[in-house]
Nanobody
Framework: QVQLVESGGGLVQAGGSLRLSCVAS????????MGWFRQAPGKEREFVAA????????YYADSVKGRFTISRDNAKNTVYLQMNSIKPDAAAVYYC??????????????????WGQGTQVTVAS
């Protein structure tokens, strides 16, 4: 059974930084692309960033490009989201997800078949 467990969320000041982690288990982590999504209250879940199986290719939503960085450590079965210069609109529950394929870089939730439970990010302005 595939499990994804996020951590690293919390309260951060606007303009500050936070690093989210997601540890995967249950299938060969290095064979799949991964993604981060977020969902604010009353809004739909939206794409944040994606990374290919090797980590060589990444893709970002325009709203976070240049401020957020997705990375992965296949030896640790972990994907990260480094969030810098955080804006108030970044407040949301952040989810990591496993793509159905290796190269991924997709922004549609239906392309991901396993999801974590989410970690809350709260931004104080």
């Amino acid at each position: 059974q595939v499990q994804l467990v996020e951590s690293g969320g919390g309260l951060v000041q606007a303009g500050g930084s936070l690093r989210l982690s997601c540890v995967a288990s249950g299938r060969t982590f290095s064979s799949y692309a991964m993604g981060w999504f977020r969902q604010a209250p009353g809004k739909e879940r939206e794409f944040v960033a994606a990374i290919s199986w090797s980590g060589e290719s990444t893709y970002y939503a325009d709203s976070v490009k240049g401020r957020f960085t997705i990375s992965r450590d296949n030896a640790k079965n972990t994907v990260y989201l480094q969030m810098n210069s955080i804006k108030p609109d970044a407040a949301a529950v952040y989810y990591c997800a496993s793509d159905r394929g290796a190269n991924g870089l997709r922004r549609t939730i239906y392309e991901y078949d396993f999801w974590g439970q989410g970690t809350q990010v709260t931004v104080a302005s």
